[in-house]
């Protein structure tokens, strides 16, 4: 059985900083391309930061770009979003995924979210 389990949200202050991870069973991270996602309440979900298997590609919507970094820990079991100068905008739940290739068009398996709120 295949999960993804997102971990590290909570509330910080507007400008504050956030780590979340998300640790993977039965799923090599490492081998596949991951992303993260948020949804803020009335709102669609949204793209946030992915990570090419084959390669450190990392790409970022525009909104996050300079300010959210995507990362693999040194073991590849951990996927990472450290979220830097957070403003309210920011306040989510935030889903990791996983899919074979960055090109496919479907992400395969997410995880539950966790949430983050930012505090103005």
């Known amino acids: 059985q295949v999960q993804l389990v997102e971990s590290g949200g909570g509330s910080v202050q507007a400008g504050g900083s956030l780590t979340l991870s998300c640790a993977a069973s039965?799923?090599?991270?490492?081998?596949?391309?991951m992303g993260w996602f948020r949804q803020a309440p009335g709102k669609e979900r949204e793209f946030v930061a992915s990570i090419y298997a084959g390669n450190d590609r990392e790409d970022y919507a525009d909104d996050v770009k300079g300010r959210f970094a995507i990362s693999r820990d040194n073991t590849n079991k951990t996927l990472n979003l450290h979220m830097d100068r957070l403003n309210p905008e920011d306040t989510a739940k935030y889903y990791c995924?996983?899919?074979?290739?960055?090109?496919?068009?479907?992400?395969?398996?997410w995880g539950q979210g966790t949430q983050a709120t930012v505090a103005s």
């Open positions: 995924a996983g899919k074979r290739r960055c090109i496919d068009d479907f992400y395969t398996y």
């Open positions: 039965g799923y090599t991270i490492r081998y596949n391309c």
